[in-house]
């Protein structure tokens, strides 16, 4: 018997009443070009319809509806479904840039290359210090920031047979990976191109003191016990300054 192909790359796409903008996310996937690849939507049993949603797209994508622990055990159920080379994960209320935006990253990938990362645009932020525009770097720049937006990061699936996300953090799961791979030499190749505009309201960007709080965490366990010492008033200088500013002003439209 012949074996099936195996997809070049999975897109996992965690959900939870994502109903009202589901479709439009799953429509920017199925509509790439020049890849061969897999959709998996991992949905932790919504009531909103968002797992009606997901069948009508019938044997177009794969997916799931249970109950889990948050967004990083469902991101850890579609990395054990997956059955790409590659595994990325996908909002489900961000869209990929265009209906090549895959096809230009896997050029990039290479034998020897276990992480790509590109660019990544934010839409909707009133935040002044939310960038509108994310260019992905992985380096020692992680010890002050997470520099990779989940949106704009690739991984092979190989990473993920020695670790996965860490179910018990809330919102940081994906940075503590990364602090992570990061120790452990993890290969990566940065492309200059834009992945995804991705919706810039999520709970990453309300900042909020528990968010600050889960940072110092996981920097306790991750860093060098002097970084994380530096860390310590740094993080919290940062959550001050993200609390005190003012939003940005509604754009005014004009008139013609």
């Known amino acids: ?26 429509d920017s996937v199925l509509v790439q070009r020049g890849v061969d690849c897999e959709v998996l939507v991992i949905d932790g049993a919504s009531t909103d319809g968002t797992a009606r949603i997901a069948s009508e797209y ?10 889990d622990a948050g967004i990083y055990d469902a991101m850890n159920r579609g990395i054990r479904l997956a059955a790409g080379t590659w595994l990325y994960f996908m909002g489900a209320d961000d869209v990929l840039a265009d209906d090549e935006a895959l096809c230009r990253m896997m050029a990039a990938a290479d034998p020897q290359t276990e992480m790509l ?9 009133r935040h002044r210090l939310v960038p509108e525009v994310v260019v ?6 992680l010890y002050w920031r997470n520099t990779l937006h989940q949106q704009g990061t690739f991984y092979r699936k190989e990473l993920f047979a020695e670790m996965n996300f860490d179910t018990t953090l809330k919102v940081l799961g994906d940075y503590d990976f990364h602090l992570r791979l990061l120790a452990r030499g993890c290969r990566y190749r940065f492309v200059n191109t834009v992945v995804a505009v991705c919706e810039a309201r999520g709970t990453s960007k309300d900042f909020r003191r528990a968010l600050y709080a889960e940072e110092l965490r ?3 366990r991750r860093l060098p016990w002097p ?13 001050l300054m993200k609390r005190g500013l003012p939003e940005r002003p509604k754009p005014q439209h004009q008139s013609a």
């Open 1 to 26: 018997m012949m074996e099936a192909r195996r997809p070049a790359i999975s897109v996992v796409i965690p959900t939870f009443n994502a109903a009202r903008t589901l479709r439009r996310a799953l």
């Open 58 to 67: 019938g044997t177009k994508i794969r997916w799931q509806s249970a109950p």
């Open 117 to 125: 990362c590109g660019v990544v645009r934010n839409h909707g932020s």
């Open 136 to 141: 992905c770097s992985f380096g020692r720049g």
């Open 218 to 220: 996981i920097k306790r």
């Open 227 to 239: 970084v994380y010492i530096v860390n310590i008033p740094w993080v919290w200088i940062k959550y």
